[in-house]
Every structure is written in C-alpha cells, then in structure tokens.
C-alpha cells in the first residue's frame, strides 16, 4: 500500500513543513482515492451490520435446542448480508 507523495511545504522550513489547508485537503483526497476498493476487513474477519438483520435472527432462530454460542454466531454470521448496502 502506497500514500501519494507528499506536497511541497509552502515555507522556507522544510523541518516543520507549512502546509497549506487546501494542500493537505488536496493530499487526504489523493490518499483516499489511492485506496478506493483495497478491502478494509483483514483476512478471518467478517463486515456484519449492527444490529443483526431478519435473516441473521432466523438462522439463529433455527438452531436445535442444545447448541453452543460458536453454533449461534456461525449461523448468524453464514446468514449476514455479504455486500454493503
């Protein structure tokens, strides 16, 4: 992952760089679109909602009567929206 090259400073101090709002504005800008699409959940975790949709609440729903909480979680999370709304 790579940050888009810094502005030039806009004073004479390199050291303390003066940045200008607009130039840091300008670079927050580049550096989100520079990163547009690279997936923000690492690799064993999962993007869920919130509060757990009507589906996830189903799937938990119909779990038998003994089951483990690992149990209730992986039906949920099987039953999660896959894409962001």
Do not use: C
């Amino acid at each position: 992952m790579t940050l888009p090259p810094l502005p030039a400073p806009t004073g004479a101090d390199t050291f303390g760089a003066d940045y200008t709002a607009a130039q840091m504005e300008s670079y927050a800008r580049a550096a989100i679109a520079a990163h547009a699409g690279i997936a923000a959940v690492p690799a064993g975790w999962a993007l869920v909602p919130v509060e757990p949709t009507e589906a996830m609440r189903d799937a938990a729903n119909t779990l038998p009567e003994v089951f483990s909480v690992g149990d209730e979680y992986r039906a949920m999370l099987a039953a999660a929206p896959k894409e962001q709304p």
